[in-house]
């Protein structure tokens, strides 16, 4: 059993895009997991939404499969499988059609009382039609949610309309607006880092730190989902989000609690704080590139141009490295490296913090190189923070100093499975604690920061370059950083 304990009372939770990839990949999964963890009271009940003519027998069987082949083996218990199954329920639903919303009105009117979520894992484009029709049937009162998935819009103009339109009918305190990245247990952890060891605080700003970087590196290619991704591409598709959010946590001040307010406030502030990047200065601090054919999860894998859905002349980035600032007192002149790209060498997530030289060595010179510390934080796979240290080689000749770590591993240190973002977040939502979500103003503060680098690169496509699949991406990208006489951390290239 986990130990977050249930919500209070009983949810209704309804899931638009009910058979997309989403719950079937994860939401799904997630929520078996809460039933097996008993983190589902009694009579709680799951509506999928979709367009589809089908039974709730038919439904259960597909969500069945999906189940059994998005979890390993040994998760799967055919009991609690069964149990899961009798809590879901299928409506059809045409967008366009009111007779549809009254019936979904009419499945929830026996549990007036009951929290009920509605999470929207649909287009954008349907976030404020669908809201718009919840309130048409009363069902945005105060016991109501939303759970907006991302991408919240294109740019910064459509992230304020859905905003309007959302925020016209359910207020914000209602409205959970989801960033997977800030559900990971190693994201939350930055924050346990940083403000529950005495250590680090200190030591957390430009007298001590000379730059960071954050690699968020993919083996996959676009998966099938040619047609969105090539609407959006790198810049939207992870740093308006996912990217900044982690820059977020590891440059904002102390909140006061850790708290929703408390954390989306400092988050905030750090987004207002970044120094825009406009007109040339976009060309010196960006790199971005295209893969091309070569090798992706060891097979021989195709270029972005020959995916499926993929125009043959499209200029979008699947790979983008920029180099950040932030212009306030803690961080004024330190550097933040940002890359991520698709069909890169090897799944890799990680922050890495660089302190500063040491001012003098006291060692004679052919002691050995002393490098500077390094933080790393893993955040994905083999979660876990290693910090770069000088030790002296053992040895009672001369004395020589070598580079050592002091290795934390969260799977060997705590044994337990580390839960999926999915299951952290939804259980926030039941509990009605957004504190892990993005508030509105953060979400436009992304995209307003987002929106001068697209411009310009929207009139320089010569700076757009390719990359072999399974290499770091294009060869700009390492110069962006070298040319201020720097490396990316080599365990990730
Ligand atoms: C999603 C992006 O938000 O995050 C995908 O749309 C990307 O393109 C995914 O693959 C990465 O998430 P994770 O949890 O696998 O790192």
């Known amino acids: 059993m986990s130990e977050e304990p249930a919500p209070a009372r009983p949810f209704d939770l309804v899931v638009f895009g009910g058979t997309g990839d989403l719950t079937q990949r994860k939401l799904l999964p997630a929520l078996y997991h809460h039933e097996r963890d008993g983190q589902l009271r009694e009579?709680?009940?799951?509506?999928?939404?979709?367009?589809?003519?089908?039974?709730?027998?038919?439904?259960?069987?597909?969500?069945?499969?999906?189940?059994?082949?998005?979890?390993p083996a040994a998760d799967i218990d055919g009991e609690v499988l069964g149990r899961f199954r009798e809590r879901l329920h299928h409506l059809q639903v045409d967008a366009t059609e009111p007779g549809d919303w009254a019936s979904l009105a009419a499945a929830l009117t026996d549990q007036p009382e009951r929290v009920r979520v509605f999470y929207l894992a649909t287009s954008p484009d349907l976030f404020g039609p669908i809201c718009q029709h919840l309130a048409e049937q009363q069902l945005n009162g105060p016991a109501s949610r939303v759970v907006l998935e991302k991408p919240i819009g294109f740019d910064l103009a459509s992230a304020k309309a859905i905003n309007d339109k959302v925020g016209a009918v359910f207020e914000e305190r209602q409205i959970f607006r989801i960033d997977h990245y800030l559900g990971k247990e190693t994201v939350q952890n930055l924050m346990v880092l940083r403000f529950a060891n005495?250590?680090?605080?200190?030591?957390?700003?430009?007298?001590?730190?000379?730059?960071?970087?954050?690699?968020?590196?993919?083996?996959i290619g676009v998966e099938g989902r040619g047609a969105y991704y090539d609407r959006s591409g790198a810049l939207r598709d992870m740093v308006q989000n996912h990217m900044l959010q982690l820059l977020c946590l590891l440059a904002m001040e102390p909140p006061v609690r850790f708290q929703e307010d408390g954390v989306r406030n400092e988050k905030l502030k750090v987004l207002r704080a970044l120094k825009p990047l406009e007109g040339d200065a976009v060309a010196k601090n960006t790199a971005r590139g295209q893969y091309r054919a070569g090798i992706g999860d060891g097979a021989q894998v195709k270029g972005y141009l020959d995916e499926e859905d993929i125009p043959a002349d499209t200029r979008t980035e699947t790979f983008v490295a920029l180099k950040l600032e932030i212009e306030n007192w803690r961080w004024a002149g330190v550097p933040f490296y940002l890359r991520t790209g698709k069909r890169l060498p090897q799944r890799a997530s990680e922050i890495v913090i660089q302190f500063r030289s040491i001012p003098h060595s006291i060692f004679h010179a052919d002691a050995g190189r002393i490098p500077p510390n390094r933080l790393v934080v893993r955040l994905q796979p083999d979660e876990g923070i290693t910090l770069q240290m000088v030790s002296k080689a053992p040895g009672a000749g001369r004395l020589r100093v070598r580079p050592t770590a002091l290795e934390l591993s969260f799977a060997e240190q705590f044994k337990v499975r580390s839960p999926d973002a999915y299951e952290r977040l939804l259980l926030d939502v039941m509990h009605g604690d957004p504190t892990l979500f993005m508030r509105r103003d953060e979400v436009e503060a992304a995209w307003s920061w987002v929106e001068s680098v697209l411009a310009a690169w929207a009139g320089s496509d010569d700076a757009m370059k390719t990359y072999t699949a399974g290499t770091w991406g294009p060869s700009t990208a390492i110069g962006l950083i070298e040319r201020d006489g720097r490396t990316w951390h080599e365990d990730t290239g």
């Open 43 to 71: 009579g709680s009940r799951i509506f999928a939404i979709s367009r589809q003519d089908l039974g709730d027998d038919d439904y259960r069987d597909q969500a069945d499969g999906w189940v059994r082949r998005h979890l």
């Open 198 to 219: 005495a250590l680090f605080e200190p030591l957390w700003n430009a007298a001590a730190i000379d730059h960071v970087q954050i690699t968020v590196a993919e083996t």
